[in-house]
T-cell receptor, first 116, second 111 residues
Framework: NAGVTQTPKFRILKIGQSMTLQCAQDMNHNYMYWYRQDPGMGLKLIYY???????DKGEVPNGYNVSRSTTEDFPLRLELAAPSQTSVYFCASSPRNSGRPYGEQFFGPGTRLTVL | DAKTTQPTSMDCAEGRAANLPCNHS???????VYWYRQIHSQGPQYIIHGLKNNETNEMASLIITEDRKSSTLILPHATLRDTAVYYCIVPSGGSNYKLTFGKGTLLTVNP
């Protein structure tokens, strides 16, 4: 299994540009998440999904959109990029197992985004 | 999430046990304690979790006090590769899938 993969690894955007960060997992996990991590800080949840067709906002959703048309893919869309969105973005997934907590998340390698 | 308190940084000698404390005095009865770590520039990595009993896996041991208000993550024989930020997380209630990562503890393992 490749686990959780993210593309691109690095990207520089100009203010006002848009882009989509790709995330895919091959573990058949129901739950997927997007986090951002600013320098020296912990991770903040942007959006999450509990299954195909179902998404919900996390702690910092403004300026982002997501979709979940398949179990495997969970792209994050940035519209009208701003310098405040300069960050490292991590995608994660977790399984849903009956009788178990869901807190074991598997993370991708991250996308480093700079908005100038 | 239940609030957790961790030291900002700790040092450990290579080969010795690293004991990382976490206070979670507001934890409720059905809330789990999770530990993750993040090696520089990489995505976080799940280590271990527990409810009330001590837990051990191939990476670490988790000791939870009887009143569940604190816990300790133990790396029995720390190596240089264990240098990382360690996060103690207590998700709230039924939302075990929505984790809040604070600033964690930077563990530096010295040769």
């Amino acid at each position: 299994n490749a686990g959780v993969t993210q593309t691109p690894k690095f990207r520089i955007l100009k203010i006002g540009q848009s882009m989509t960060l790709q995330c895919a997992q091959d573990m058949n996990h129901n739950y997927m998440y997007w986090y951002r991590q600013d320098p020296g800080m912990g991770l903040k949840l942007i959006y999450y999904s509990v299954g195909a067709g179902i998404t919900d906002k996390g702690e910092v959703p403004n300026g982002y959109n997501v979709s979940r048309s398949t179990t495997e893919d969970f792209p994050l869309r940035l519209e009208l990029a701003a310098p405040s969105q300069t960050s490292v973005y991590f995608c994660a997934s977790s399984p849903r197992n009956s009788g178990r907590p869901y807190g074991e998340q598997f993370f991708g390698p991250g996308t480093r985004l700079t908005v100038l | 999430d239940a609030k957790t308190t961790q030291p900002t940084s700790m040092d450990c000698a290579e080969g010795r046990a690293a004991n990382l404390p976490c206070n979670h005095s507001t934890i409720s009865g059905n809330e789990y304690v999770y530990w993750y770590r993040q090696i520089h520039s990489q995505g976080p990595q799940y280590i271990i979790h527990g409810l009330k009993n001590n837990e051990t896996n191939e990476m670490a041991s988790l000791i939870i006090t009887e009143d569940r208000k604190s816990s300790t993550l133990i790396l029995p024989h720390a190596t240089l590769r264990d240098t990382a930020v360690y996060y103690c997380i207590v998700p709230s209630g039924g939302s075990n899938y929505k984790l809040t990562f604070g600033k964690g503890t930077l563990l530096t393992v010295n040769p």
